[in-house]
């Protein structure tokens, strides 16, 4: 079945400092692949996404590229802020049901935290 | 815009109790629905979807049941709570194509006592 694995947590980094946030994914056919972010109890916001091979997803300053020969669409960004210290999910779609119902299939998430 | 609503926001039961959870959404027709629950560590786990009105497949079988009596709400459900049902359940939505993001609301934290 599909699976997404994530680097364990929590990653804690300072203020303007580069970030990478690693996520390979096993799937059959060809998902799309999300990342999400969850700031402290709240919902999940969509960051970015990529459908096919070679798309890079970017959002706020966050990047990732969907790496097809490496199973992979690790998140980045070049300096990090304090405001984004939050949870992040990596997540590939599924396909459930007859109508396109596009599940996903998440990561268990990384938190980061951004000292100042 | 589409929104989505959930409620409540934080909840706390005692073992053996009934439960209902809400979620409605609004600004689309016909949206694929889901309830997602997230436990500490765990990461989250999807437990029912629904492409449209009285249709629903559950992921995994459980204590829970959903039902979506109208097309954009979506009931989670339980007639005796367990311990194991403590978590923070995520309601979602997607349009009905394929590889179309999910919109979730902000969760409703439950704690079963």
């Known amino acids: 079945g599909n699976s997404v694995t994530q680097m364990e947590g929590p990653v804690t980094l300072s203020e303007e400092a580069f970030l990478t946030i690693n996520c390979t994914y096993t799937a059959t056919g060809y998902p799309s692949l999300f990342w999400y972010v969850q700031y402290p109890g709240e919902g999940l916001q969509l960051l970015l996404k990529?459908?096919?091979?070679?798309d890079k997803g970017s959002n706020k300053g966050f990047e990732a590229t969907y790496r097809k020969e490496t199973t992979s669409f690790h998140l980045e960004k070049g300096s990090v802020q304090v405001s984004d210290s939050a949870v992040y999910f990596c997540a590939l779609s599924d396909h459930r049901g007859g109508g396109g119902a596009d599940g996903l299939t998440f990561g268990k998430g990384t938190h980061l935290i951004i000292q100042p | 815009s589409q929104t989505i609503h959930q409620w409540p926001a934080t909840l706390v039961q005692p073992v053996g109790s009934p439960l209902s959870l809400e979620c409605t959404v609004e600004?689309?027709?016909?949206?694929?629905l889901y309830w997602y629950r997230q436990a500490a560590g765990r990461g989250l786990q999807l437990l029912f979807y629904?492409?449209?009105?009285?249709?629903i497949s559950s992921e995994v079988p459980q204590n829970l049941s959903a039902s979506r009596p109208q097309d954009r709400q979506f009931i989670l459900s339980s007639k005796k709570l367990l311990l194991s049902d403590s978590g923070f359940y995520l309601c979602?939505?997607?349009?009905?194509?394929?590889?179309?993001?999910?919109?979730f609301g902000n969760g409703t934290r439950l704690t079963v006592t």
């Open positions: 990529a459908t096919k091979a070679d």
């Open positions: 629904s492409v449209g009105i009285g249709q």
């Open positions: 600004g689309t027709s016909n949206p694929n």
């Open positions: 979602a939505w997607s349009e009905g194509q394929i590889n179309s993001p999910l919109h």
